[in-house]
C-alpha cells in the first residue's frame, strides 16, 4: 500500500520561508517518482516540484530557484523548502507519487500521479 502524510503547512508573510514535510512509503519501490502540487481556491491544481527515482529533478517555472525538493529515504520523507514565499504560494498542498520509468512531468503531475495525500494549507500574507 503507497501512504503519504502531509504536514507544516502553517500562515506565514510575504518573503518568508517555510518547509513542509511528507512522510510516505513510496521509497520502498524502485521505480518511484514523488511530487509536490498545489491547488488555489477556484484554481486547477498544479505540479511544482518532482524527484524521480534517478535523482532528476523539475521545477515549475513559477517557483524555481525558490522551491526545493528533497527526500530523505532512511526516515521516508521528503520535503518541500519554499523561501521567499508570495501571495501566490497560496494553496492547499499536495504529496504524490507515481511509479514509472521515466517518471511524469512536473507539467502532468495532477493527471499522471495516482496516490496522493490528504494535503495541507499554506497561507502567504502580503
Known amino acids: 500500500q503507497v501512504q503519504l502524510v502531509e504536514s507544516g503547512g502553517d500562515s506565514v508573510q510575504s518573503g518568508g520561508s517555510l518547509r513542509l514535510s511528507c512522510k510516505t512509503t513510496?521509497?520502498?519501490?524502485?521505480?518511484?517518482?514523488v511530487a509536490w502540487a498545489r491547488q488555489a481556491p477556484g484554481k486547477e491544481r498544479e505540479g511544482v516540484a518532482q524527484?524521480?527515482?534517478?535523482?532528476?529533478?523539475t521545477y515549475a517555472e513559477s517557483v524555481k530557484d525558490r522551491f526545493t525538493i528533497l527526500s530523505d529515504k532512511a526516515n521516508m520523507t521528503m520535503y518541500l523548502e519554499m523561501n521567499d514565499l508570495k501571495s501566490e504560494d497560496t494553496a492547499m498542498y499536495f504529496c504524490a507519487a507515481a511509479f514509472a520509468k521515466p517518471c511524469p512531468t512536473v507539467h502532468t503531475v495532477n493527471s499522471e500521479y495516482h496516490y496522493w495525500g490528504q494535503g495541507t494549507q499554506v497561507t502567504v500574507s502580503a
Open positions: 524527484l524521480g527515482h534517478d535523482g532528476s529533478v
Open positions: 513510496a521509497y520502498t519501490y524502485s521505480a518511484y517518482c
